[in-house]
């Protein structure tokens, strides 16, 4: 979906120190060639370019796009592209059968309550989408369809608490999201990766036992336990595979 006119930025939190991108939530630095440091200097995907066009590239374009991509990816580098640019860029592919894929978005965040707020609008925009299938079942399946939403809020917030006293930054992946943070190992990588399927999942069982009729409504809360297997990245990480 990236295009030339596009503006870009260093993600919050990230900084560019000598030769490197430095990103002080993972810890890691990424060193940059003079070549790549008129890339992450330029404000759009034009402008990066135009630099490396005049420094000698045979196609300045393709590079610039190539290279803003694999930062972006990265959660190094935000890219904006204003919603009606978005739009169009979507309707224009669906006329060949495509799906444009957004940009990563990378968010600053300072606890957990800033994260549920940022989470709570890809949340939003996805019980949304449940919305218009759920409303032909019933009311109990249109609250369910809330529910999905809020236990993705719950599922990031479960992480934050857990990434207690560490930083983190929250990445927006089209409707996905996720808390990065320091590499870790040992207990505190288990415990930070189950809290997040786990607040959901015995949120959905406090709330049965409290009222048992909720039990198909909180079953999407619930079904974050399944995230705590090994075909999970959580359930993974949990248990030190990955």
Do not use: W
Not at 65 to 79: D, H, I, K, Q, T
Not at 131 to 147: D, I, M, N, Q
Not at 206 to 214: D, G, I, K, S
């Amino acid at each position: 979906m990236i295009q030339a006119r596009d503006e870009i930025e260093l993600a919050p939190g990230v900084r560019l120190r000598g030769e490197s991108i430095v990103d002080p939530v993972r810890r890691s630095a990424v060193p940059l060639n003079a070549t790549a440091r008129l890339v992450v200097a330029a404000r759009t995907v034009e402008g990066a370019a135009a630099e490396l066009t005049a420094a000698g590239a045979s196609d300045g374009s393709r590079d610039a796009l190539a290279f803003c991509g694999e930062l972006n990816a990265r959660g190094l580098l935000n890219v904006r592209i204003p919603l009606v640019a978005r739009v169009l860029r979507r309707l224009a592919a669906i006329r060949y059968g495509l799906v444009l894929h957004a940009p990563v978005r990378r968010i600053d965040v300072s606890g957990p309550l800033t994260v549920a707020g940022a989470v709570a609008k890809p949340a939003a925009v996805l019980s949304l989408a449940l919305l218009p299938v759920a409303t032909f079942a019933g009311v109990a399946a249109v609250a369910a369809a809330v529910a999905t939403g809020a236990a993705v809020v719950l599922h990031e917030v479960g992480h934050a608490l857990a990434l207690r006293r560490l930083p983190y930054a929250l990445l927006l992946d089209g409707l996905r999201p996720e808390l990065i943070h320091p590499r870790l190992s040992g207990r505190r990588a288990a415990v930070v990766a189950a809290a997040g399927p786990l607040l959901p999942a015995l949120s959905a069982v406090a709330l049965t036992l409290a009222v048992r009729p909720l039990a198909p409504v909180v079953a999407p809360m619930a079904a974050h336990a399944l995230a705590l297997s090994v075909l999970a990245d959580d359930g993974r990480n949990a248990c030190g595979l990955s």
